[in-house]
């Protein structure tokens, strides 16, 4: 499977588009003021220890301390036969090494680790361990055991660290892995001497870039193409790679198109679409997306589509078809946590099966850690998707101030019946007032002028004062004032 990668560079902000067969798959977006913390390490202050919920709450120079579970904690880790308590490991106003496990996400501050890795190009280095692991992705028994073998006749005899052999280790020769080892310690040993001189809460390490983290991270043996939008940049990743990464150097290109780049590949329609609730199927069904704090519910509906022999086909075609969908939705969008798919009922258990067996097939070109339960009772398939980062949404977008985040605004008349109720409790409390004037958006006063006119004459009457409407294009339809003259 040929992939590409498009990287978009401005001061402010780097966009990633990861293609697979020409088709944009995912999204990544890092803003100046807002980078990803993973891979971050910090100096950080104890300032709460939580027996009960065995953690601990970490001041590491952020606006939210970090948060801290016992099962993060590398002693916790060493003693896994004889349980530790956390109020025997730590105490509050101690100082320690943590590492960024997940970003902070909404109200919750990041979660951090004392169980420090560090990624190489091949290697993922851990200081505080001593053996050596081979990624899950490399199947082969021998295959495996040749590249433990290889690795360790590289190590330095004081070495007494662990690593973790990656995937792109597979065609690595021994100069290439020799020189992630020799790069990893030396990081380790200036993380190590920063970590002395600084007092917490301090950042002593900060991860790779967006557009760096690509060459290290994504890139693997079916990328065929790195093209990026600033020259500047090209140069910076060029020299990363021939360092790193040479067999990747051959493939980074300086686009110098005169069309946007992701305008040329129509990258910035994709982000359109995966901020929007629907998503259209070719068919003519499709798919509602809600997003909530806690999880996020996918919607299947055929819409206009009549297409096959009967109404059993209709629905297992746009359920095969809403399968692949949901599946690149997740990954464009970067969804996480508990995920709720309804797809539409199917009576043929025949057709159950084949629905979440496509579904399974499509999941499994994501490489982040995903879980199906299958269909519950209720018809739904559960799933679980792990969350490191935040969602596409909540990077670009933020609450509407109208809905103030609800996806509805009140209805114009009932913005009415609320001001009618105002104006009666503001004339028993404001008896010498004259006039109240109602100031309020275009919408509610044409119906104060029209339908609700005789509410307002009425009120009028009862509270023996005159009642004038204003309307002003700067209230949205739940805003409005009343005014004492």
């Known amino acids: 499977m040929s992939k590409e990668f498009l990287i978009n560079c401005t001061p402010q902000e780097t966009r990633v588009a990861v293609l697979e067969q020409g088709v944009v798959q995912e999204l990544h977006v890092e803003r100046l003021a807002h980078r990803g913390l993973v891979g971050n390490i910090y100096r950080g202050r104890i300032v709460r220890v939580l027996p009960g919920m065995q953690s601990a709450f970490v001041d590491v120079g952020l606006e939210r301390t970090a948060f801290l579970h016992i099962t993060d904690l590398w002693q916790a880790e060493r003693h896994p036969e004889s349980p530790l308590r956390i109020e025997r490991l730590l105490a509050e106003g101690e100082e320690i090494t943590v590492q960024v496990l997940k970003d902070p996400i909404g109200s919750k501050g990041a979660r951090i680790t004392t169980q420090i890795s560090l990624a190489g190009r091949y290697l993922v280095y851990l200081p505080q361990e001593n053996h050596i692991g081979i990624s899950q992705k490399i199947e082969g028994e021998s295959e495996r055991e040749l590249l433990r073998e290889r690795l360790m006749a590289l190590l330095p005899p004081e070495e007494n660290g662990g690593y973790i052999v990656r995937t792109n280790a597979e065609n690595a020769t021994d100069e290439q892995l020799a020189a992630d080892i020799a790069y990893l310690r030396r990081l380790w040993a200036d993380i190590q001497g920063e970590a002395m001189r600084r007092r917490a809460p301090a950042l002593i390490h900060e991860d790779l870039d967006l557009a760096l983290r690509v060459l290290r991270d994504f890139v693997d043996r079916d990328t065929t193409l790195i093209r990026i939008d600033s020259r500047e940049n090209a140069q910076r990743l060029l020299a990363f790679a021939e360092t790193y990464t040479p067999q990747v150097a051959p493939l980074i290109e300086h686009y110098r198109g005169d069309r946007p780049l992701f305008e040329l590949y129509n990258v910035d329609d994709e982000i359109e679409k995966a ?167 275009p919408a509610v006063v044409d119906l104060f002028l029209e339908e609700q006119s005789q509410a307002l004459a009425m009120l009028s009457d009862f509270i023996g004062k005159e009642i004038s409407l204003r309307s002003d294009t700067c209230y949205t339809q739940e805003q409005y004032d009343i005014v004492l003259l």
């Not at 990954?331 to 539409?344: E, K, T």
């Not at 995903?370 to 209720?378: A, H, K, N, W, Y």
């Not at 913005?415 to 100031?439: M, N, P, S, T």
């Open 275 to 441: 901020l929007s609730r629907r998503v259209e199927l070719k068919s003519g069904g499709y798919l509602i997306f809600d997003q909530t704090e806690a999880l996020t519910t996918i919607d299947v509906n055929t819409g206009a589509f009549v297409g096959a022999r009967n109404f059993d086909e209709t629905i297992l075609k746009t359920n095969l078809e809403a399968a692949q969908a949901i599946a690149r939705q997740l990954r464009l969008r970067n969804l996480g946590g508990i995920i709720l798919v309804d797809f539409i009922d199917m009576t043929n258990p025949e057709h159950r099966e084949r629905v979440l067996e496509e579904f399974k097939k499509a999941l499994s070109l994501d490489h982040t850690k995903i879980t199906v339960s299958g269909f519950t009772q209720l018809g739904l398939v559960e799933m679980t998707r792990k969350r490191t980062r935040e969602s596409l949404m909540q990077q670009l977008c933020e609450p509407c101030p109208m809905c103030e985040g609800r996806g509805f605004v009140k209805s114009a008349e009932t913005v009415c019946f609320a001001i009618l109720r105002e104006i009666l409790r503001e004339a028993r409390q404001f008896a010498d007032a004259k006039e109240f004037r109602i100031l309020a958006s």
